[in-house]
Structure formats: C-alpha cells, structure tokens
C-alpha cells in the first residue's frame, strides 16, 4: 500500500514559477498553490494538513513578509516556512528568518537543494510537534509543573535510579483554598497557584535530585531526598510567605510527608499517606507540617468501617437514646435530662460517641441520626405521659446540618403533634458554633421554632468568637457553658469572675443557665454560690440507659429551679435604658449616685451618674474575700463596715445608712453618709441603689 503524501502549499504570484516547483515537488508531495498571501490563508483554512508552505516574498496584495506577520499569530504558527528569495538578496534572506521563516531558497532553483531543504523542515516540524504533545501531555496548563500522571512516572524513576538513598515525599496544599478563589476570583486563585509553582521551582535547586508537580487544584508534590530539618525549614518559609501574599485573608499551607522506607511500593499510595498527614495539620491550630504515621491509615479504615455499617446501623436498630439528667442546684435533685445517642453493635459492642459522631457530621448522616434521636425521645415522654406522670424536658442536639434543613419547623411540630405532646417539654440544643456559619438563616429558623412554642438552649456559650454578638441576635432561651472553661487554672479568680459574669448577665437576660462537665464539690458550691441554676456532670450522674433514668427519677417531683428575679425587668429598664427615668435618675441627681450588685460578701457598681465619676472614679467595687477595693486601698479599714452596711440591706429589704470614708478620685478621703436602698433580685445577687452625701470638708490621704 502506497503511503500517503505530505501536502504542500505554494505562494508564488508567478505562474511559470509555480509550475515548475509544482514539477519538482509532485513525485513526493501533493501540491496546492496560491497567487499572494491572501489566497495562501484561504488555502490553510481549507487545508488543514499542510506539512510546510513554500512563500515567495514579492507579491501583490500581501507579500511575504506580511503573511509571516499575521502568521505568527495565528493557528497555523507551528508550521514550517521556506522563503523564496532573489538570487543573492541576503538582505531578504536575514529579514525573512526574522520573520519568522525557517529556512529560503534562492531564485533559480535548485532541485536538489530544494528537496533536502523541504525535507528537512518537514522533518524537524515533526520532531517539533511531537515533543509540544508530550509537553502539553506531561505538565499542567496553567503553573508549567509536571501533572500528576507524569509526576507519578519521573518519581517512580527517581526512586529506580537511587536505590539506596533515602526518599521523602511531601505534599502541600492551601487550607479552605476553594473558599479564597470564591471570593476573590478564579483570576487570584490561579495566581496564587502559580505563585506557589514559583516558589516550589525555587526550592527544589536546594533538594536534588528530585521531582514535583502539581497533582490537582492546590495540591502540590515533591519527592526530595529525605533532610527534616530542610523539610521543616521550607514549610516554615511557605508559611511565612503565605502570610504576607495577602494582607486582606490569612492564606494557611498545610504540608504532609510520608518518608520512603520501601522505594519498591506504589508511588500513588506513598502520595496517599503524605495527603493523610497533611489533613492532620487541618485539625490542629498553627500546625502546618504533620509527618505520616501508620495510625493515620488506621483512623481512615475505622471510618470507612463506620459510613458501611451506619445506614444498616439505623436499620437495624442498633442506635440507642441515653438520657445524662440535669440537677437543679437549688434542690441537688434532677430536673429534666439531656438525650444522647448510642450505638451497641453486635459484634464490637457499645461505641463511643466519640468515634462515630464526628464521621456523621463530616458526611451529614447524622441529620439521620438526629431524627432518630428526637422520635425516640418523643415516645418516651408520650409514655410517661400515659403512665401518669409529669416529665420534666428532655433536650436533644440538633445538628448543623438539621439547622439549616428548611423543613426543620415541620419536621419537629409534626412530630411533637403525632405523640401528643406540649413543645415545651421538648428542648432544643444548637452549638454556639453554628451560628457562625450563617447567622441570618439561624435567626429565622430559630424564630420560627420559638414562636411554635420550643424552647432553645444554647450549647457550648463562650467557646466561639462572638458570644456576645450571638447573644445579642438570637434571642435563645438557655445557656449551657461548659465546665472546661475552668480547666487548666481551674481555681483562677480570672476564669472564676468571668464564669460569675457570665451567670450574672444571662440573669439579666432571663435566662437560666446549665453548667455541664461538673465533677467535683467545689465546683458544685461555687455554682451554688454565684446563682446558677443547673448542673449537669459525673459529679451528679452520667449518661445512663432510660430504664436507669426512669429509676433514678422515680418516686421524686421533679421541680424547676426558680430563680428570684424580683423586679428585674423594671431595674434592667432604669439601668441599661435611655429613657426619661434614666436621664432623671442618673443626671439630675447632684449627689454621687450608683446601683450595686451585691453577692457573697462583694459589691460592684453596676451604673454609676456623673457626680459619682467625678468624685470617685468610674470603677468602684468592695469584696470581702478577696480584699480588693477600687480605686484605691486608702478605705481598707472601712471596707468591713461598709460590706455589712450592703449585707443587711440585702437580707432587711430596709434603707440602710453607713458613715465611712470613701476615696475620691484625687486621691483624697471623703466623710461621707452612704444611704443603701434595696431595689430587687437577680439571681442570688441584691440590686442596691447607693446614695453619697459629704459629711465634712476633704481630707488629704494618709490623715
């Protein structure tokens, strides 16, 4: 069979020329022909397989040199160009190859010259075009970088030519990557994509021999002879680089190695157990490198074992509802519990929450789960119910996923319905973590689950970063704060204050509080002490079965804790408020002038009026067990008396009058009569309205 001919394209305005070069070349080549520039373009378009074009250079319409122009700038350009020029025009010749011309014959031709000169364009084109495949097949588009496919092959050679030197792989990618390039653009994303090739080109001259590429999106690789200590130095670098490449979003790498102990194993699983060790850096703060270690691949089995088994799980019943109570620190009895779910499984028995819980919430099973959970609590208080008994509220968590489900109302009102139940006694526990996520639809949901009667308790209050802003937009009607709070230095008056604030400003709020991860006595008093309402915690009791519930809670009247909030919405109005009795009550008084809070032997001011500012300071507080007083010591003597001035107002509900000596904020002691009014409760903590009238002249401190 007679192999097909290459085609060849003849530019030349002169007939007999085109003849007899359609004479030379025809034994070898197909022939077209075309009379200027113009006419050759019409023939490329419509003959895509040219192999080469021979182009005279004098032509009308479009000469040669302005066909090589546009040429070069189009789809055509890999193609191989011979110039026709006059005999012994050099000139022409030079301008023609600057052109972009790869070789030129002179007028008249030379049939032999011609030929090779044809054939070895040809040729060279072709060694041309096929090393631009391989190129285009080997490396990414975008950061010129190896792919994965030929980064895979050059390693597995790497490691073949040296057998005895130790290997490591690493492999980076940026944390929450996708998240940059939505928001600033697939532009700034492939930029910073290629910024990191850059880099990794730089820092692969310090590593050789070795190989890297990029394998996908942001995910990059390097295989590099094994040096920790140039490993870790290099993340270091990226990390610091990364810092600084955008001022405006905190970029975070995220670098796993896996070293090469067995060079003949498979290169693409070598690249699986460094992906395994960098999603470790993902799950602990400001770590950025992470080494593979075999339990790694341990974690990633037991949690495929898990997403098999958990749908045949919920099929089969092996889900079970324990119940943790919450004890009312008024009574030290239960009130109410919390449901948590348990999986007995056949063959491994009852698992920790801990080891399947997190699974379910990465692959969103557990809104599934959730479901369970609520049905199944549901009955319970529909049975008690037909027993004869009142239950307490049971709460059940609802997940990220079940939060932002828009059926999420239905789904609960439907339920409490079908078991004849009051909402109330269903309550509803959200992360404080959630909220982040998309506050405005938390707001509604949550809205919307209020008005149907469900009572929302907050769960975790304080572990996120805008507990305040949390409290201020969504109107829930518990806290819960984890014990943990207090861990590390437990006993620190620190930690101690802002836990009693907390308690404080959830009363103010009305809102009761649950204190979970109780488990000693002295947490247990000191709850007592600054007026929380529950606890929950191995120090009361653990997580149990519901036929263990059911016999704890037996035989007892499971009663709320009432916290005495006496007048509270009225002084909360003339306290925090803006309205006519404020300005009367804090601005027009001419004497000093404050309301205290008062617990426990300490006394802060709460709100203070002008005159009180600028006699003795803003901050101003007694406490006896501490010994503190602000703004100065100069009144320790006096603080004793003063205390007991606020303690029995607190306990008679009666005026009280106190003559002491309070420092200014000038440094000096003022005579003063302070008349103590008591105004309310919030909590176990007295609100006191506090009057200072000067009995004598100023005396210099010290006197």
């Not at 003949?264 to 460094?274: I, L, P, Q, S, T």
């Not at 308790?457 to 806290?479: A, E, Q, R």
């Not at 067990?625 to 006096?638: M, N, Q, T």
């Not at 409760?681 to 005396?699: D, H, V």
């Amino acid at each position: 069979m007679e192999a097909e001919k290459l085609t060849v394209l003849i530019a030349e305005d002169q007939k007999i020329n085109r003849q007899i070069l359609r004479r030379l070349l025809s034994s070898e080549y197909e022939v077209f022909e075309a009379e200027n520039g113009r006419e050759a373009f019409a023939q490329l378009k419509q003959h895509p397989d040219i192999s080469a074009i021979l182009l005279d250079i004098i032509m009308p319409v479009m000469d040669g040199y302005e066909f090589l122009r546009l040429f070069r700038a189009s789809e055509y350009s890999s193609l191989p160009i011979i110039a026709i020029t006059s005999e012994k025009d050099e000139i022409s010749e030079q301008k023609a190859l600057e052109f972009g011309a790869w070789d030129f014959v002179s007028k008249p031709y030379q049939p032999a010259t011609l030929l090779t000169r044809l054939k070895n364009v040809i040729t060279r084109s072709q060694y041309y075009l096929v090393t631009q495949i391989k190129y285009v097949y080997e490396h990414d588009p975008l950061t010129g970088l190896l792919n994965h496919n030929a980064f895979f092959i050059r390693m597995r050679k790497l490691l073949d030519e040296h057998p005895d030197q130790t290997f490591a792989i690493v492999r980076l990618d940026i944390d929450h990557f996708q998240t940059y390039n939505s928001f600033w653009g697939e532009e700034k994303g492939n930029d910073l994509l290629c910024f990191l090739a850059k880099w990794m080109r730089k820092s692969a001259t310090y590593s050789q021999p070795c190989v890297y590429g990029r394998i996908n999106a942001d995910a990059f690789c390097i295989c590099m002879p094994h040096c920790e200590a140039l490993i870790r130095s290099g993340a270091k670098q990226a990390f610091d680089m990364l810092a600084k490449y955008n001022s405006e979003y905190r970029l975070v790498p995220s670098f796993g190695v896996y070293v090469i102990e067995n060079p003949g194993e498979n290169v693409r699983k070598m690249y699986e157990f460094a992906a395994l060790a960098a999603r470790e850096c993902k799950e602990k703060y400001l770590s950025y490198l992470c080494y593979y270690q075999p339990e790694m691949s341990d974690r990633v089995l037991e949690k495929q074992w898990i997403v098999n088994q958990m749908q045949k799980a919920l099929d089969r019943n092996e889900f079970e509802v324990y119940l943790q109570p919450k004890y009312n620190l008024h009574t030290d009895q239960p009130f109410g519990a919390e449901a948590l779910v348990r999986w007995r499984h056949p063959e491994r028995g009852l698992l920790s929450p801990g080891l399947f819980i997190p699974v379910f919430e990465q692959n969103g099973f557990i809104g599934k789960v959730d479901f369970f959970v609520w049905e199944q609590v549901c009955i319970l208080l529909h049975r008690w119910i037909l027993q004869g008994t009142s239950p307490a509220p049971i709460s059940v968590n609802v997940s990220r996923v079940n939060l932002y489900n828009s059926n999420l109302v239905s789904l609960l009102t439907e339920l409490v319905r079908k078991y004849d139940l009051r909402t109330e006694l269903l309550h509803l526990e959200i992360t404080e973590s959630a909220y982040m996520e998309n506050p405005n639809v938390l707001e509604t949901t949550i809205g919307r689950l209020q008005r149907e009667g469900f009572t929302i308790l907050m769960d975790d209050f304080g572990s996120g970063y805008s507990s305040l802003n949390t409290l201020k937009d969504i109107p829930v009607n518990m806290l819960k704060i984890d014990m943990k709070f207090l861990s590390g230095n437990s006993s620190s008056e620190r930690s101690r204050s802002i836990l009693a604030s907390s308690v404080r400003m959830a009363g103010w709020l009305g809102m009761p509080v649950i204190m979970e991860g109780v488990e000693t006595e002295e947490q247990v008093r000191f709850l007592k002490g600054i007026g929380c309402n529950y606890a929950q915690g191995y120090y009361y009791a653990k997580p149990m079965s519901v036929s263990d519930y059911e016999a704890l809670i037996s035989g007892r009247q499971q009663i709320p804790a009432v916290t005495p909030l006496e007048r509270l919405e009225d002084i909360s109005g003339l306290l925090w408020g803006n309205d006519l009795r404020s300005e009367l009550l804090f601005h027009s008084l001419a004497e000093p002038a404050a309301v205290f809070e008062y617990s426990d032997g300490a006394a802060r001011a709460l709100r203070v009026n002008a005159s009180f500012n600028r006699r003795f300071g803003v901050s101003f507080c007694f406490d006896r067990y501490s010994g503190k007083s602000e703004p100065s010591g100069l009144f320790a003597a006096e603080q004793e008396r003063i205390l007991r001035a606020f303690q029995t107002a607190a306990e008679t509900r009666e005026p009280v009058p106190c003559l002491c000596t309070i420092p200014s904020s000038d440094k000096t002691g003022v005579s003063v009569r302070l008349m103590l009014r008591y105004w309310g409760m919030n909590g176990t903590s007295a609100i006191l309205f506090a009057q200072f009238f000067r009995t004598e002249p100023a005396r210099t401190a010290g006197i």
